[in-house]
Every structure is written in structure tokens, then in C-alpha cells.
């Protein structure tokens, strides 16, 4: 039976746990009030973007590889947006068994696969299965926030990649913040542009009629086509990257909330079984205390 001094001991230690795990859920809470408006005021830019990109593709004859892809399906390229710091639950292992899921489906039919990390931890997941297929590892770019010169960064190295004919195809893999409680990995297909918006928004109900509209529209080009897809498609994939590393920043924080709540609850769970302990073992102790007294008395 543990004394009434390690009792003691391990009360003040949760206590402090619980300190601490209080404090992070409210320093998480704080960040995701303006996460979650990034999110909210990202979305529509993103979405129209992605529809006016997805019609436009279809009415043109481009060959620019940003679009069309080298038009093989032999090296796939995963661009996988995860954290750099933990206590989140399952918000990284779950994107990570995500990737590394499709890409063992991959692997097993022929393909070849490499990965572009953004973030610490799924690196550190990542590396333990398919060290030698990751190109590169972007960790403490979302330091402090996300900002759209570091998805720059990202877009960068993947046309680097692409125009060095290292990949055919290119999926980003990203938590999507749907709500406080729920953070669902998605991947999304930025290289050659998939055929159609994202099946896996949030707001799906609402893009139908959008849609048709933007499917019909007729487009005309000043100076020229190449002209204007030259810019809008590097544009394009660094706005789709910064929109993941938003989404994954909100899910990040509410994550931790939830993580951490959830810790705090069991912390004080746990010291109040500890309490009951110590306060059982010390009556215990009393009570034998008692009885040598009376003992000894009843000996004289």
C-alpha cells in the first residue's frame, strides 16, 4: 500500500498536470477563434478560384504541366499538411495513416510515391515507413501563424519538382476543419487539376447551381490564354496550399482544445481518487494508531 507521502506526492503532481492542460486548452481556445475566421473568410476565394480554374481547363487546349500534368501515373507526389507541435489527440496520426495508406495502395500496384512534409509530425510518422521516399520536410513554417509566403515556399519546391519531370501526380493531403470536434483528413488532387471541385467540401449543397453557371460561361482571353494561365496557375496551387495550412491550423487548435479538456476532466478525475485514497489510508493509519494506545493502556 503506497504511504501517505507518495499519495500526497502524486496529488500535487496531477494537480500541476492539471495546471498545465488548463491552461493549454485556453490558450488553444483563444487560437481557434481566429483560426476559424481565416477559415471562414478563405473559403469562398478559394472555392469560386478553384471553379473558375476547373472550367477553364475545360474549354482550353494548355498543355502548361501545372494543368494537364506530364500525362503519366507512374510517380505520385503526396504533399502532406500536419503540425509541428503535439498534444492533439489523433489529429496528425490520423492524416498520416491517411497518406501512408494510399500510398502502400500505390506502391502495391507498381506506382512510386515520395512525400513533401509539411510539418514535424507527420514527418516523424512518415519516416518510421517511407524514410527514403520523403524529398523534403518543411517543419516550424506555420510558426506563428500560416501566412501565404510560406505556402509559397511549399509551391515553389513542387513546380521545382514538376518541371524537373520528378512526378506525374500530385495530391496534398490536409485536415479539413469541419467543426470544434471533427478534423477529417481529405486528399485533394492539385497536379494535373482534378476534373471537378473537391468532392469532400464542407459546403457541398450549396455549389450546385454555381457550378452550372460557371460550366457555361464563355471566356475570353486578354492578352492570351498561355498569358493569362502562366499567371493564374502558380497562383492557383499557392492558394490551394494556404488554404490547407489554414484549415489544418483551425483543426490543429480545436484539436488541442478538445485534447486537453479531455486531459483536464481525467485530472481531476484522478485526483479525486487519489484524495479518497489518501484520505482512507490516513484513516486507516489513525485507527491503528488508536488501537496500539488502547492496547497499551489496557496491558497497564
Do not use: W
Amino acid at each position: 500500500m503506497a504511504s501517505l507521502k507518495d499519495l500526497k506526492s502524486s496529488i500535487l503532481s496531477v494537480q500541476s498536470t492539471k495546471r498545465i492542460t488548463s491552461a493549454m486548452k485556453m490558450v488553444a481556445s483563444a487560437k481557434l477563434k481566429k483560426a476559424t475566421d481565416n477559415v471562414e473568410e478563405s473559403r469562398p476565394y478559394v472555392t469560386e478560384m478553384s471553379k473558375m480554374i476547373t472550367n477553364l481547363s475545360k474549354g482550353t487546349s494548355s498543355k502548361n504541366p501545372l494543368l494537364v500534368g506530364t500525362g503519366q501515373d507512374k510517380v505520385h507526389l503526396f504533399v502532406v499538411v500536419s503540425s509541428d507541435r503535439g498534444l492533439c489527440g489523433g489529429f496528425n496520426s490520423n492524416l498520416a495513416r491517411r497518406a501512408l495508406n494510399d500510398a502502400r495502395a500505390l506502391k502495391k500496384s507498381g506506382k512510386k510515391v515520395k512525400f513533401l512534409i509539411v510539418g514535424r509530425k507527420a514527418n516523424v510518422i512518415i519516416k518510421n515507413v517511407f524514410e527514403n521516399d520523403i524529398v523534403e520536410a518543411f517543419e516550424e513554417l506555420n510558426k506563428p501563424v500560416p501566412e501565404y509566403q510560406h505556402a509559397k515556399i511549399v509551391s515553389s519546391k513542387i513546380i521545382e519538382m514538376l518541371n524537373a519531370g520528378e512526378f506525374d501526380i500530385c495530391t496534398m493531403y490536409y485536415n479539413v476543419f469541419v467543426n470544434a470536434l471533427e478534423q477529417r483528413p481529405t486528399p485533394k488532387q492539385i497536379i494535373p487539376l482534378a476534373s471537378s471541385v473537391d468532392s469532400d467540401k464542407v459546403n457541398d449543397d450549396k455549389q450546385d447551381s454555381n457550378e452550372e453557371k460557371y460550366s457555361k460561361a464563355i471566356y475570353e482571353y486578354d492578352p492570351s490564354e498561355d498569358a493569362i494561365l502562366m499567371a493564374l496557375l502558380p497562383k492557383n496551387l499557392i492558394v490551394q496550399l494556404y488554404s490547407a495550412m489554414l484549415e489544418s491550423f483551425a483543426g490543429e487548435q480545436a484539436a488541442r482544445m478538445t485534447a486537453m479538456d479531455n486531459a483536464t476532466n481525467n485530472a481531476g478525475d484522478m485526483i479525486h481518487n487519489l484524495q479518497i485514497k489518501f484520505n482512507r489510508t490516513r484513516q486507516a493509519q489513525i485507527t491503528g494508531e488508536l488501537i496500539e494506545i488502547i492496547s497499551g493502556a489496557e496491558a497497564l
